[in-house]
C-alpha cells in the first residue's frame, strides 16, 4: 500500500484545540462526495493525460451517484487531491487514504489539509474577470491570505467583511511600494527573459495607483469564498470567522501556513520538473507562491538539488524557471549555486544568481558575463522561445541583445558552443523581417552546420 508523501505525516494537535476525534467528522462530511465517486470508480482502467475523468464515466458516475456531471468531476478532483484515487498506468484506483478513511481520523485530517492547502482551486476567478486589474490583485492578494487567516485566529470569532478589506488594502499597499526593481534595460537578457517572452501578454503588470475599493472589495470575496469553500472559514451577515477546522489548520500549521495556505494550484508534493512545467504557464505573482510553498514543504538542501537537476535538462525554459525557483531558497542554495558555475550549462544563469545575492538592487548581466557567457545565454533564452513561445518573439530577442549590430550578436552565438545555435539563428533568419540581418543569420547558422565556429 502506498505510503504518505514525504513530509506528510502525524498531524500535530495544538494545546487546547480539538484533536482529531472532533474534527474529522466535519472533515468526512466535506468530502463525502469524493469518497463516494472514489469508491463508485473501484479501477479505472482509462483516465486523462491530467488524471482527470473521461466524459463517459463523469457522466455514469453522475448516473450513478445521483450528481450532475460538473458535480462529479469536481469530487472526482477532489479525491485525487487528497490521496483517496492515485492514478496508475494511464487509468486510477483507489489510494491509500480511502482505505484508511473510516478508521484513521489523522488520514482524513492530513486529506483535508490537502484540500486546505489548494483552496483557491475552489474559487477560481471568472474568466471576464482575468483582464485588467483585477486578475493582478488576485495573484497578489494570496500572498495576504495566511495573515488574513492569522487576523482570524487571533480575535476567535465573527470580524466585520469591512475589517478584513482595510486589512487587506494595507497589505496590498505595502507590497505595492516594496516590490523589487530590476534593470529594465541591458544589452543580454537575464535568466527571466525568456520566461518572460514565452509568456507574451503574461507577464504580471504593475500596478501603480493604488487599487480601487470595489477591486478590494472583489479580490476578497474571492478569497473567502475560497476558503469557505474548503471549510476553513464560515461567512455571515458581512462577517467571517474560523471555523474549528480552520482554527485548527492555523494553529497546526503555523510555520507552514505562509506559504503553503497561498499556494494557488497546490503542486507541493509534485517533482520538481512538475512543478515548474506546471509554473510555465503561470503569471509570475502566483507562480512565485508556488515555488515558496514547493521549497517550504521539502528539506531545503533537497530543493535546491532537485531544481538544479531540472536545469541541467535540455529545456531551456524550464533552466530559467529553476533559477527564478531558487531565488526562493535564497542563501541557504548559495553553496550548490556557487558549485554550478563549473557547469557549462548552467554558468551563466549561475553567476547571475550569484551576484544577485549581493545586489538587491538590480543585476546588469552585461556587468557579470563574458562575453561568451553572454552569447550562450542568449542562445539558450531563444532556445525558450523557440520551443515555447511565439516565433516571431525572436525578432524582440534580437533586438533587446544586439545593441545595433546584430552581426556580432549573430558570430558570437555562432561561437558560443551552445547546441542549439545552428536552430535558433536558422529560426531567427526565417522571421526577421529586415532581410540583412536575416541574411547575416543565415550565414552564421550555415557556419554552425560547416564547422566554422
Not at 482595510?166 to 544589452?187: I, K, Q, V, W, Y
Not at 464560515?234 to 471555523?243: F, G, Q, Y
Amino acid at each position: 500500500m502506498p505510503r504518505p508523501a514525504p513530509g506528510r505525516g502525524r498531524v500535530p494537535v495544538p494545546e487546547g484545540f480539538p484533536g482529531p476525534g472532533e474534527l474529522a467528522p466535519p472533515a468526512r462530511a466535506m468530502l463525502a462526495d469524493a469518497v463516494r465517486i472514489a469508491r463508485w470508480a473501484g479501477e479505472l482502467e482509462h483516465v486523462d493525460k491530467r488524471g482527470e475523468l473521461l466524459p463517459d464515466d463523469a457522466r455514469a458516475a453522475g448516473r450513478a451517484l445521483a450528481m450532475t456531471v460538473g458535480a462529479a468531476a469536481r469530487a472526482w478532483g477532489q479525491a485525487l487531491l487528497v490521496g483517496l484515487i492515485e492514478p496508475r498506468d494511464g487509468g486510477a484506483g483507489p489510494g491509500w487514504r480511502l482505505h484508511a478513511w473510516e478508521h484513521d481520523d489523522e488520514a482524513v485530517l492530513r486529506g483535508w489539509s490537502a484540500l486546505f492547502d489548494a483552496w483557491t482551486l475552489l474559487a477560481p476567478v471568472p474568466p471576464a474577470a482575468l483582464r485588467g486589474v483585477f486578475a493582478v490583485l488576485a495573484g497578489q492578494a494570496v500572498d495576504q491570505a495566511p495573515q488574513l487567516l492569522s487576523f482570524l485566529h487571533l480575535v476567535d470569532g465573527p470580524v466585520a467583511e469591512s475589517e478584513l478589506m482595510e486589512l487587506l488594502r494595507r497589505g496590498l499597499d505595502e507590497r505595492r511600494h516594496g516590490g523589487s526593481n530590476f534593470a529594465a534595460l541591458s544589452p543580454v537578457p537575464h535568466a527571466a527573459s525568456a520566461v518572460s517572452a514565452v509568456r507574451g501578454t503574461c507577464r504580471e503588470p504593475q500596478v501603480d495607483a493604488p487599487p480601487a475599493p470595489s477591486d478590494v472589495a472583489a479580490v476578497l470575496d474571492w478569497i473567502l469564498d475560497g476558503l469557505a469553500a474548503v471549510g476553513a472559514v464560515v461567512r455571515a451577515d458581512s462577517a467571517a470567522e474560523l471555523s474549528p477546522l480552520g482554527h485548527w489548520a492555523v494553529r497546526a500549521k503555523l510555520e507552514e501556513i505562509c506559504t503553503v495556505a497561498q499556494t494557488a494550484a497546490g503542486h507541493i508534493e509534485q517533482s520538481a520538473l512538475e512543478l515548474l512545467d506546471a509554473c510555465a504557464h503561470y503569471s509570475p505573482g502566483p507562480a512565485r507562491a508556488e515555488y515558496r510553498a514547493w521549497v517550504a514543504a521539502r528539506p531545503v538542501d533537497r530543493a535546491v538539488a532537485e531544481l538544479l537537476e531540472v536545469a541541467r535538462g535540455e529545456d531551456a525554459l524550464l533552466r530559467g524557471l529553476a533559477f527564478e525557483a531558487l531565488r526562493v531558497a535564497g542563501g541557504t542554495a548559495e553553496q550548490a549555486v556557487r558549485s554550478a558555475v563549473d557547469e557549462a550549462v548552467l554558468r551563466p544563469y549561475a553567476l547571475l544568481w550569484l551576484a544577485e545575492q549581493l545586489d538587491e538592487g538590480g543585476v546588469v548581466p552585461s556587468d557579470v558575463l563574458s562575453a561568451q557567457d553572454a552569447a550562450w545565454l542568449w542562445v539558450d533564452t531563444a532556445a525558450a522561445v523557440l520551443d515555447h513561445g511565439e516565433t516571431e518573439l525572436l525578432v524582440g530577442h534580437v533586438e533587446g541583445a544586439s545593441a545595433g549590430d546584430p552581426v556580432r550578436l549573430f558570430a558570437r552565438a555562432r561561437q558560443s558552443g551552445h547546441p542549439r545555435s545552428a536552430s535558433v539563428l536558422t529560426a531567427v533568419a526565417s522571421v526577421h523581417p529586415d532581410h540583412a540581418v536575416a541574411r547575416a543569420a543565415r550565414r552564421s547558422a550555415f557556419s554552425v552546420h560547416e564547422g566554422g565556429a
